[in-house]
């Protein structure tokens, strides 16, 4: 069974998509989002063929499933290009707004008091503990959005999203690159589970804040795992989020969309939320540690031809473009080389060839091994 709401915050407002719900709720609770940044389209895609599929699909637990999360991003062209990864009104990138509300610091502006919590409920069995902190989560979402003082335009997205994902045990938020493989963020302690999405990139993240949906979701199981030892008793980590990015930006491809749909149904497959196995063949998986995801930046101004595609492997000393130099043209000097300083697989590059001084042109993954 499925039905499909429409989330409205109040009838004068803007803000509203739609979300579309599978299955009665016994069992996991799966969060699925796109389009958070407006030109990050693919996800829409994806989640398009994700409802057709899972009409014939048993679903064991539920699965939410939103689309086009902000509507606001996804309107915001200047001329042919979609100009939606940042707010118009305050500035805020749409993925850097989030709350880290089980962090201590965060009590004094509405935070879940975390010390209380584990206190009230320290000899509870680990299931009463993670439906009454899922309870506390989305409470304390809601009491920040109904503040006297008024909230922000982009933290009423934000904390209207966590909302949604409240309840959840397992969240995806789909993007894309600029022009980019698909990849995954995949946090340290779901390297294992990762592998069943058969992505071809991944990076390892480690479980610490950085302001974006999927470390907002996970973060506070983090916290509540370290209270939980602090006051003397161990509980696991039984919660996954993943961004999962999708290719590359202001494009849709949708024979790609049934390649992607196929690697997120594997991966609900794994975690029993539905009956299911992929018989495709994908190629093998590699990933790296954050720290050796390198950003490589235009060391001047120019023109940038791109001679190596996202995907490639990389081997040191390889040329990846040359920079034509506009102060330079006509002259022997005009072509800079850009090589790559170590081997690697290269993940992204900059969607123009238009590179200013400092602009990060090549997004490479260093020192890779299997999944």
């Given at each position: 069974?499925?039905?499909?709401?429409?989330?409205?915050?109040?009838?004068?407002?803007?803000?509203?998509?739609?979300?579309?719900?599978?299955?009665?709720?016994?069992?996991p609770t799966?969060?699925?989002?796109?389009?958070?940044?407006?030109?990050?389209?693919?996800?829409?895609?994806?989640?398009?063929?994700l409802?057709?599929?899972?009409?014939?699909?048993?679903?064991?637990?539920q699965?939410?499933?939103?689309?086009a999360?902000?509507?606001?991003?996804?309107?915001?062209?200047?001329?042919?290009?979609?100009q939606?990864?940042?707010?118009?009104?305050?500035?805020?990138?749409?993925n850097?707004?989030?709350?880290?509300?089980?962090?201590p610091?965060?009590?004094?502006?509405?935070?879940?008091?975390?010390?209380?919590?584990?206190?009230?409920?320290?000899?509870?069995?680990?299931?009463?503990?993670?439906?009454?902190?899922?309870?506390?989560?989305?409470?304390?979402?809601?009491?920040?959005?109904?503040?006297?003082?008024?909230?922000?335009?982009?933290?009423?997205?934000?904390?209207t999203?966590?909302?949604?994902?409240?309840?959840?045990?397992?969240?995806?938020d789909?993007?894309?690159?600029?022009?980019?493989?698909?990849?995954?963020?995949?946090?340290?302690?779901?390297?294992?589970?990762?592998?069943?999405?058969?992505?071809?990139?991944?990076?390892l993240v480690?479980?610490?804040?950085?302001?974006?949906?999927?470390?907002?979701?996970?973060?506070?199981?983090?916290?509540?795992?370290?209270?939980?030892?602090?006051?003397?008793?161990?509980?696991?980590?039984?919660?996954?989020?993943?961004?999962?990015?999708?290719?590359?930006?202001?494009?849709?491809?949708?024979?790609?969309a049934?390649?992607?749909?196929?690697?997120?149904?594997n991966?609900?497959?794994?975690?029993g939320?539905?009956?299911?196995?992929?018989?495709k063949?994908?190629?093998?998986?590699?990933?790296?540690?954050?720290?050796?995801?390198?950003?490589?930046?235009?060391?001047?101004?120019?023109?940038?031809?791109?001679?190596?595609?996202?995907?490639?492997?990389?081997?040191?000393?390889?040329?990846?473009?040359?920079?034509?130099?506009?102060?330079?043209?006509?002259t022997?000097?005009?072509?800079?080389?850009?090589?790559?300083e170590?081997?690697?697989?290269?993940?992204?590059?900059?969607?123009?060839?238009?590179?200013?001084?400092g602009?990060?042109?090549?997004?490479v993954?260093?020192?890779?091994?299997?999944?």
């Amino acid at each position: 069974m499925y039905k499909i709401n429409v989330f409205q915050e109040s009838s004068s407002d803007s803000l509203s998509f739609n979300v579309f719900e599978f299955g009665t709720g016994n069992g996991p609770t799966v969060y699925i989002q796109s389009s958070l940044h407006g030109a990050e389209l693919q996800g829409t895609a994806v989640i398009h063929e994700l409802i057709k599929r899972l009409k014939s699909i048993s679903v064991y637990g539920q699965i939410r499933l939103v689309p086009a999360c902000n509507p606001r991003s996804i309107n915001e062209l200047c001329g042919p290009f979609t100009q939606g990864r940042f707010s118009p009104v305050t500035g805020d990138n749409w993925n850097r707004i989030f709350w880290d509300l089980a962090n201590p610091s965060s009590l004094q502006n509405g935070g879940l008091d975390l010390k209380s919590f584990v206190a009230n409920h320290f000899h509870d069995s680990f299931e009463s503990i993670r439906f009454e902190f899922k309870k506390q989560i989305g409470l304390t979402l809601r009491n920040r959005l109904s503040s006297a003082y008024g909230t922000s335009e982009s933290k009423i997205l934000a904390f209207t999203l966590q909302g949604l994902a409240a309840d959840a045990d397992y969240v995806l938020d789909l993007h894309t690159g600029s022009c980019a493989t698909r990849y995954l963020y995949v946090p340290i302690h779901c390297r294992e589970s990762a592998r069943a999405f058969f992505m071809p990139c991944n990076l390892l993240v480690p479980l610490e804040f950085g302001n974006a949906f999927d470390e907002a979701t996970f973060m506070p199981w983090v916290h509540l795992q370290a209270q939980f030892r602090e006051a003397g008793r161990e509980v696991p980590l039984q919660f996954e989020s993943y961004t999962v990015e999708l290719g590359s930006e202001e494009i849709i491809d949708l024979d790609e969309a049934c390649f992607d749909a196929e690697r997120i149904l594997n991966w609900l497959g794994s975690k029993g939320v539905i009956s299911y196995k992929t018989s495709k063949t994908f190629p093998v998986s590699m990933a790296c540690h954050l720290k050796d995801y390198k950003s490589y930046y235009a060391p001047v101004g120019g023109l940038l031809d791109f001679c190596v595609k996202p995907g490639d492997v990389l081997k040191e000393g390889q040329v990846m473009g040359n920079i034509l130099r506009i102060d330079q043209i006509g002259t022997d000097s005009a072509i800079l080389p850009i090589l790559a300083e170590e081997a690697g697989i290269l993940v992204s590059h900059a969607s123009s060839s238009n590179c200013h001084k400092g602009s990060e042109i090549f997004l490479v993954m260093e020192n890779p091994e299997p999944l």
